[in-house]
């Protein structure tokens, strides 16, 4: 059973395919990692599996359920079930940490403000930032940012939570940190978990399986290690950053 089925899915903007003929299912409880040179589509791949995007051709299967083919109040549950954290985090400056963390929840829920402010407290908290409660974004550093950013994501407690390049901007050691708060949430809440980065490092620190985005296509690498030894030409470029390759262009 998958968690996020697509199949056929074939995605252009103004007549330029940016993804062509995918098919990828991603298991429930699995930590999905999308990596690939850069402008081959990995966002695209991302808010297409989250609904953000509508392909052109082919179905989108989130649960079984055919995304493309439901109603906005057929959509609405499922929503529910995700989380999504974009790359620049997408944080209201004029809100307070909590108060960033309560908005989605007093949007979609009927908890009373006492239960929003606990539970966002709580996740402010399990992300290490509980001092930064009533600061501004712009009154804390770019990971805690990052942090308040999964907080938000996580707090709707969803099944699905989609991460944009979570460590994008911060030093290895931040980077390091970032990933394995999203591991130890995932394992708690035994959540799906699909993931884009630009650091293979993180990668393979995160990913049960990885997909290369690369020529209008996905290409399923397998678990680190088999993605490390791929016989790939173009993944042994990009995977070891090799300046000479199939995927360097000729000036």
């Known amino acids: 059973m998958s968690m ?10 103004e007549n330029h395919v940016i993804l ?46 055919d995304w493309l083919m439901l109603s906005n109040k057929q959509r ?7 989380g999504i954290l ?25 908890l009373t403000d ?11 908290d399990a992300v290490g930032i509980p001092h930064a409660r009533d600061l501004f974004p712009d009154e804390i550093s770019g990971g805690m940012q990052k942090r ?6 996580l707090a709707l407690d969803p099944e699905i939570i989609f991460y ?5 901007g911060l030093d290895p050691i931040t980077s390091k940190k970032i990933i394995e708060l999203i591991l130890k949430l995932k394992k708690e809440k035994s959540s799906t978990v699909v993931a884009i980065t630009n650091d293979m490092n993180r990668a393979y620190q995160m990913a049960d399986r990885i997909g290369v985005v690369i020529d209008q296509q996905v290409l399923i690498t397998g678990t680190p290690e088999q993605t490390q030894n791929h016989e790939d ?19």
């Open 233 to 251: 030409p173009r993944v042994h470029q990009f995977v070891r950053g090799l300046l000479e390759g199939p995927l360097t262009t000729m000036a």
């Open 20 to 65: 062509k003929d995918i098919n990828l299912d991603i298991a429930p409880g699995e930590c999905f990692v999308i990596v690939g040179p850069s402008g081959q589509g990995k966002t695209t791949l991302l808010k297409t599996m989250s609904g953000l995007v509508t392909p052109q051709n082919g179905k989108v299967f989130i649960e079984q359920q």
């Open 4 to 13: 996020i089925s697509l199949k056929d899915i074939t995605v252009a903007f």
């Open 148 to 153: 308040l950013g999964i907080a938000r994501a």
């Open 86 to 110: 974009f790359q620049k985090n997408a944080l209201f400056d004029s809100l307070t940490c909590v108060e960033n963390i309560c908005f989605p929840l007093r949007e979609t829920t009927t």
């Open 76 to 82: 609405l549950p499922l929503l529910k079930k995700m």
């Open 114 to 124: 006492w239960e929003i402010t606990k539970r966002a407290e709580l996740y402010l």
């Open 164 to 168: 944009d390049d979570p460590t994008a």
